[in-house]
């Protein structure tokens, strides 16, 4: 069974700071990693979608990365601002059943 | 595209009475997906749907759960009778089609508290 996890559970940084945010998976039988962003209250957010066969990918100020054989994918946000401030989610989709399984994500909250 | 609709927004109802939740996917997306969250188990896969045939089930935590996609752009969520432990935000989701190109597209989630 697939098991997703992020850490830190939690992450404060001062504006300007870059923000790094990983995600680690158990399985490396997947057809892609996706990054999703939730503010409180609301819905989930497609930031990047990484596909198996692909070691990143950018836009703007994120780019994500991808290690397969590791089973990591890490998230950076160059130039952090207020706005940034979020919960960030990993979710890994498994080649077997179509699953998409989801870490318990990161709550990031950047300091003016 | 208007992305995948989810109704009601908010839903606030008595113990033991019946919930129906509503999604409409996005066109031409083979797959829908109906997930829960909650504080303490974060997002939980309940069901999926392709073409509009149940797929997997097993995350449906009991009988008083049910699920239906009657046709490609309809799907409902129904708790029958509910309990306040049903309390959460479920979202519905859609893709096009399996495979590594193809990411899951959000709803913005029904908030079902359940008194």
């Known amino acids: 069974k697939q098991e997703v996890t992020q850490i830190p559970a939690a992450l404060s940084v001062p504006e300007g700071e870059n923000l790094v945010l990983n995600c680690s998976f158990t399985d490396s039988a997947i057809y892609n990693l996706q990054w999703f962003r939730q503010d409180p209250g609301k819905g989930l957010t497609s930031l990047l979608l990484?596909?198996?066969?692909?070691r990143e990918q950018t836009s703007g100020r994120l780019n994500a990365s991808l290690d397969k054989s590791s089973g990591r994918s890490t998230l950076y946000i160059a130039a952090s601002q207020p706005g940034d401030s979020a919960t960030y989610l990993c979710?890994?989709?498994?080649?077997?059943?179509?699953?998409?399984?989801f870490g318990g994500g990161t709550r990031v909250l950047v300091k003016p | 595209d208007a992305g995948v609709i989810q109704s009601p927004r908010h839903e606030v109802t008595e113990m033991g009475q019946e919930v129906t939740l509503r999604c409409k996917p996005i066109s031409g997306h083979d797959y829908l997906f109906w997930y829960r969250q909650t504080m303490m188990r974060g997002l939980e896969l309940l069901i999926y749907f392709n073409n509009n045939v149940p797929i997997d089930d097993s995350g449906m935590p009991e009988d008083r759960f049910s699920a239906k996609m009657p046709n490609a752009s309809f799907s409902t969520l129904k708790i029958q009778p509910s309990e306040p432990r049903d309390s959460a935000v479920y979202f519905c989701?859609?893709?096009?089609?399996?495979?590594?190109?193809?990411?899951?597209?959000f709803g913005s989630g029904t908030r079902l508290t359940v008194v």
């Open positions: 979710a890994v989709l498994g080649a077997a059943g179509n699953k998409l399984t």
């Open positions: 989701a859609s893709s096009p089609r399996q495979g590594e190109r193809y990411g899951y597209t």
């Open positions: 990484i596909q198996s066969s692909q």
